[in-house]
């Protein structure tokens, strides 16, 4: 058995199909089959049910693959720690964080390392949390971003530090009432019609309720944090939200909540007792050592 026969194994379950396989994998069906038919000898059971056009991984095959899934992870995590050791201020950072965290927060986090560490490269992509979380456990990505913590508890092997705090406030479009006061209390919102961004789960929206003795009005909820800038200032409704730098004041207004509402928290987090690369723990410190709460 070798890391080629692996890689070829894993090639044909994710397309089900031998040619498609070879062609991702850069070689020829005939070798590829071959490779697969030694695998399967050797471990003395069929891995696949071949059909006329696809095949799919037989029991022995989805039992085996979830252990070849782990040993190429943990090849690939040998690499890149060699890699590291032998160019501790160059490496590749992967990174993931929710839908908002990422259009706002780890821009400018990530421009600021840059400007110190020009050689850095990053991974990113944004998750749900539970999907930021399970990476995290299986060794997908380095470091995570996130705004809730409810799910760490079934997490425990994740290590999680607040890292910035966000006030809550009102934003209206130019047109409305209230766009010319410097702030507002939450009484005198009761008969508006609020826009509700829904990140992911329908179940968390944000709670008016929370803040507040009534639940006002949810005019539309987007599903995508983009739209809810462009709604509020074509006066389909009003919106609270995480104060951010990038809220555009040219087309909207910001206006502060009297009564205190609490804090958005980002929490940044990584696998405890894990391997870390030099310029990944450079990174997370960077950002300790900058934005973490006192």
């Avoid at 690939?76 to 490496?91: C, H, S, T, V």
Wanted: include cysteine; hydrophobic fraction near 40%.
């Amino acid at each position: 058995m070798n890391l080629q026969q692996l890689e070829y194994f894993k090639k044909i379950s994710e397309t089900e199909n031998f040619t498609l396989a070879a062609a991702l994998a850069s070689v020829t069906q005939p070798a590829l089959s071959k490779a697969i038919s030694k695998l399967e000898s050797e471990l003395n059971v069929p891995l696949f049910e071949r059909n006329n056009r696809s095949v799919t991984l037989t029991s022995f095959g989805k039992s085996f693959l979830k252990h070849s899934n782990i040993a190429l992870l943990e090849i690939d995590k040998g690499i890149r720690e060699l890699q590291n050791m032998a160019n501790p201020e160059k490496g590749i950072i992967s990174i993931a964080s929710t839908y908002c965290i990422s259009t706002y927060f780890m821009p400018f986090i990530i421009s600021d390392f840059l400007t110190s560490c020009p050689d850095t490269k990053f991974q990113f992509n944004y998750e749900s949390i539970p999907i930021i979380l399970n990476d995290l456990k299986d060794g997908k990505i380095d470091i995570g971003f996130y705004d809730n913590v409810d799910q760490l508890h079934a997490h425990t092997e994740i290590t999680s530090v607040p890292v910035k705090k966000e006030k809550y406030v009102l934003i209206v479009s130019k047109n409305h009432p209230l766009s010319n006061e410097t702030d507002v209390s939450l009484k005198d919102l009761k008969d508006e019609s609020f826009i509700v961004f829904c990140e992911g789960d329908k179940d968390k929206l944000l709670s008016y309720s929370k803040f507040i003795n009534y639940t006002p009005k949810i005019f539309l909820q987007p599903n995508q944090a983009s739209m809810l800038g462009g709604l509020v200032a074509a006066g389909a409704g009003i919106t609270i939200v995480p104060y951010n730098p990038l809220i555009n004041t040219n087309t909207l207004s910001i206006v502060k909540i009297k009564e205190d509402i609490g804090y958005k928290t980002i929490y940044m987090g990584w696998l405890k007792d894990s391997y870390m690369s030099p310029i990944t723990k450079k990174f997370r410190d960077y950002i300790i050592s900058t934005t973490l709460l006192k």
